[in-house]
């Protein structure tokens, strides 16, 4: 049974069905699903419109279905899935659910929330795409230390910061947080992982256009990638200013290191 409320959604499913030859196999029904008894069924799957007349919707009770009904009904079935936003408060997500956030390409693509038979209750994963690598956490994490910047820098990928998964990052590589706020891991040693993108850092500055522009002069830098976190400098405008001449490559984070806004240059590790 395929349910939605929406008259043209409905025939567009229809279609799907006919053209797939499972037309005989499918009802597909116009409805309010909120008025639908989903007990009798396997398997429960709900992708609820998180999407209204002004845009994006952030409170999960304004989805349609709204998530406590989602939720009910994934409690009632053997099997359930709930697609849910990336952004998604951990604090809406009950603690029968197991949470999983999917990354493709290092971009945060959806969150699903796993009920029934074969998941781990309470837990959280980080799966990414195209690799299919993996990260699971049983119950959220202690916070993790904070430090001085070391020689390398790791930049989690976008689900494992979703998943509030960095401190296992942490412990991984033996390193800490640049600032409590900054989902930026430091370390003193090499670490590889799919988990994180990898660099050497070569600089450490106070915020300061100036400053930047004369180091990347001096370094002959005519490539510069611009990464940022807790930082209102928009990249383009800072690469304008920088004008950028030379044969080197370089990458500058703009964050803050223990609550200062701060400059760091390096290189991709490999």
Not at 74 to 80: F, I, V
Not at 109 to 128: C, D, H, M, N, Q
Request: charged share 25%; proline share 10%.
């Amino acid at each position: 049974l395929a349910v939605d409320r929406d008259p043209l959604t409905a025939e567009v499913a229809r279609a799907n069905a006919a053209a797939l030859g499972l037309a005989a196999l499918i009802e597909v029904r116009c409805a309010d699903v909120t008025e639908i008894d989903t007990s009798p069924y396997d398997a429960v799957f709900v992708d609820p419109a998180r999407r209204g007349g002004r845009g994006r919707i952030f409170d999960p009770e304004a989805y349609s279905p709204p998530l406590s009904w989602a939720t009910a009904a994934a409690l009632k079935a053997p099997r359930a899935a709930l697609k849910i936003a990336p952004g998604i408060p951990h604090e809406a997500i009950g603690p029968e659910a197991e949470a999983e956030w999917i990354s493709d390409g290092g971009d945060v693509k959806e969150a699903v929330l796993w009920y029934g038979e074969g998941i781990a209750p309470g837990s959280f994963r980080a799966t990414l795409l195209p690799s299919g690598a993996a990260l699971t956490a049983p119950a959220p994490l202690p916070a993790p230390p904070v430090g001085p910047v070391g020689r390398y820098l790791y930049e989690p990928d976008g689900a494992v910061i979703r998943a509030h998964l960095v401190a296992d990052i942490v412990e991984r590589c033996g390193g800490r947080l640049v600032d409590e706020t900054i989902a930026y891991v430091t370390s003193d040693a090499p670490y590889s992982s799919p988990y994180v993108a990898g660099y050497e850092i070569t600089d450490q500055l106070p915020f300061n256009m100036k400053r930047l522009k004369a180091l990347l002069r001096e370094r002959e830098v005519g490539v510069l990638t611009v990464k940022k976190r807790g930082s209102a400098v928009e990249p383009e405008e800072l690469r304008r200013r920088m004008k950028l001449a030379g044969p080197h490559a370089a990458t500058v984070f703009l964050t803050r290191v223990a609550g200062a806004p701060t400059m760091l240059i390096g290189r991709p590790l490999g």
